[in-house]
């Protein structure tokens, strides 16, 4: 599963990780894939829960990779 | 390794448990010490120190008086919870080896923090207590003056919310295409055992204090240290409590923080009774509104409170240092303003301290505080439901490949 876009939100605090990801899911087509790099421990919960509340869906289980997290959302 | 260490500090913990366990600790605080669960003050403290540092005589002014200076931070239970959250937060982000300097890719970041820890600071004294004082703490001592500190930071954050929102504020996102594989992370185990060491030297440090009579230094460090692995643990955000609502509708820190002060204003009542306690009530005056609103706006600037702030530093994302040194830089000119440029005579003097539990006797007291905490919890619950990011409250059957696709 290879993703569409991929965005680095590696550094960000909240709320801008789940602002970015909600914005760019937005513009995205349906269906399409955005891998979402983030690194602030918040995030790791804030996004997935937010994305989903939505109407996105995880394309795969969260990762953890080190201290950052990688989701897969499908727009 | 044991389920009880990978569930209890291996794992995040539910937002609600934390809040839970904090009201109740908090309520057992103010029973040992008679003071509230609170940093701000100290902060204010802090900057009072540092000037005397630089030869200014601060012993004049009034609002130094009003907060007391004895001492140094390492000998006033204020200094402790501080330095005690700090210690424990940091505690348990080494022990999950969770410690990395987080860099904003952003240079604004730096700005918007260091500007809105000063508007923070600044607001949170000036209504005599940030989030925890005048919020968390300060409900739960039925102080009136904290109803009106919510309702203005409420206002605040909202406002705050619409500025973040704006293109020049938030900046652009570093977006590519196609798929990016990172690099796979080294999993090097230095930090839980850096971790166990300070966590052992730090239990030792509280057993010093008891050993050698500081006993109620011995609970601050102690409680505070609690307080920094609760908030921790539980990523306990009061900004995003307030302000979460207004962008995407997020609503759990709102529930469990106003969970965790229903529960901590019962526990606070029955301490208050059973000891024959008197509550810490503080004024309530325009002063209390003014700051509020500028507390709210400025925790949203800089993307975090005095609370929220501590333990994201520990967890290594430094924009929350000029945050920190932001909040006291705050906290210091409105200590300053206070006498010298007439705050007090224009916002302060008119105002009174009014305690819910002898206007109108503990039941009712308690009865009104539980109301309208689960008033705030009903609005909280729809915010959640209804309100979606850019969508606002307009549409609340908005759907996945609604009208937003048209493009």
Same mark, same amino acid.
């Given at each position: 599963?290879?993703?569409? +876009? ?23 087509s ?6 979402v790099?983030v690194?602030c ?5 804030n996004?997935?829960?937010? $994305?989903v509340?939505?109407? +996105?869906? &995880? @394309? ?6 080190g201290?950052?997290?990688?989701? &897969?959302?499908?727009? | 390794?044991s389920?009880? +260490?990978?569930?209890? !500090?291996l794992?995040y ?16 605080y ?5 003071? =509230? ?45 501080v330095?005690g ?7 348990? *982000? ?17 700005v918007?923090?260091f500007?809105?820890?000063?508007v ?9 207590g940030?989030?925890l004082?005048?919020f968390?703490?300060?409900v ?5 003056h904290?109803w009106i ?6 206002i605040?954050?909202?406002a ?13 996102? #570093?977006?590519?295409?196609?798929s990016?594989?990172?690099l ?13 060491v300070?966590a =052992?030297?730090?239990?030792a440090?509280?057993v ?8 109620m230094?011995g =609970?601050?460090?102690?409680f ?5 692995i ?8 009061f900004?995003?409590?307030?302000r ?12 469990? *923080? ?6 901590s ?5 029955? !301490? *208050? ?7 810490v009530?503080?004024?309530?005056a ?6 509020g609103l500028?507390?709210?706006?400025g925790?949203v ?7 929220g ?6 967890e290594?994302?430094? !924009?929350? #240092?000029?945050?920190? =040194?932001?909040?006291?830089?705050? @906290?210091?000119a409105?200590a ?5 440029m ?6 302060? @003097?008119?105002?009174?301290? *009014? ?14 505080t ?8 009903? $609005?909280?619950?729809?915010m ?8 606002g #409250?307009g ?13």
């Amino acid at each position: 599963m290879s993703a569409d +876009y991929t965005l680095d939100i590696r550094g960000e605090s909240c709320p801008y990780p789940v602002i970015y990801t909600l914005e760019t899911l937005k513009d995205m087509s349906r269906g399409q894939l955005l891998q979402v790099i983030v690194d602030c421990p918040a995030a790791y919960r804030n996004v997935p829960e937010e $994305v989903v509340k939505h109407g +996105y869906e &995880l @394309a795969r289980e969260p990762e953890k990779n080190g201290r950052d997290m990688i989701f &897969l959302i499908k727009a | 390794m044991s389920g009880f +260490y990978k569930k209890w !500090v291996l794992s995040y913990w539910s937002p609600y448990m934390a809040m839970a366990l904090a009201g109740i600790l908090s309520a057992a605080y103010f029973g040992i010490t008679k003071t =509230v669960w609170a940093v701000t003050g100290e902060f204010t403290r802090l900057g009072g120190h540092i000037l005397e540092l630089f030869g200014t005589d601060i012993s004049d002014w009034s609002y130094y008086q009003l907060i007391g200076m004895k001492g140094t931070t390492w000998t006033r239970t204020d200094g402790w919870i501080v330095w005690g959250m700090f210690a424990g937060a940091l505690i348990m *982000i080494l022990l999950n080896n969770n410690f990395k300097i987080r860099v904003p890719r952003q240079k604004r970041r730096w700005v918007q923090g260091f500007a809105g820890g000063i508007v923070a600071g600044f607001g949170a004294r000036l209504a005599l207590g940030c989030n925890l004082a005048a919020f968390f703490t300060g409900v739960p001592q039925f102080s009136l003056h904290s109803w009106i500190f919510m309702l203005a930071t409420g206002i605040g954050t909202y406002a705050g919310a619409k500025l973040i929102s704006a293109r020049w504020w938030k900046g652009k996102p #570093l977006l590519t295409k196609g798929s990016v594989t990172p690099l796979r992370a080294r999993s090097r185990k230095v930090q839980p055992v850096v971790g166990i060491v300070a966590a =052992v030297a730090y239990g030792a440090l509280i057993v010093y204090f008891f050993v050698t009579g500081h006993r109620m230094l011995g =609970v601050a460090a102690l409680f505070g240290a609690l307080f920094g692995i609760l908030i921790e643990r539980g990523q306990i955000c009061f900004t995003s409590a307030f302000r979460d609502l207004w962008i995407s509708g997020r609503a759990t820190m709102t529930k469990a *923080i106003l969970v965790g002060m229903a529960i901590s204003s019962v526990a606070t009542l029955i !301490v *208050i009774e059973t000891y024959g306690l008197d509550p810490v009530t503080k004024m309530a005056a325009p002063s209390t509104f003014v700051g509020g609103l500028l507390f709210g706006v400025g925790i949203v600037m800089a993307a975090g409170c005095e609370t929220g702030m501590m333990y994201r530093l520990m967890e290594g994302q430094i !924009v929350f #240092l000029p945050v920190f =040194v932001g909040n006291i830089v705050g @906290a210091t000119a409105l200590a300053y303003a206070w006498d010298h440029m007439g705050v007090y005579d224009a916002l302060v @003097a008119s105002g009174a301290k *009014i305690n819910l539990l002898t206007e109108i006797g503990p039941g009712f007291a308690l009865f009104a505080t539980l109301f309208v905490l689960a008033a705030a919890f009903a $609005v909280a619950v729809y915010m959640q439901k209804n309100y979606r990011f850019g969508e606002g #409250l307009g549409r609340p059957d908005f759907k996945k490949g609604g009208m937003k696709r048209v493009r």
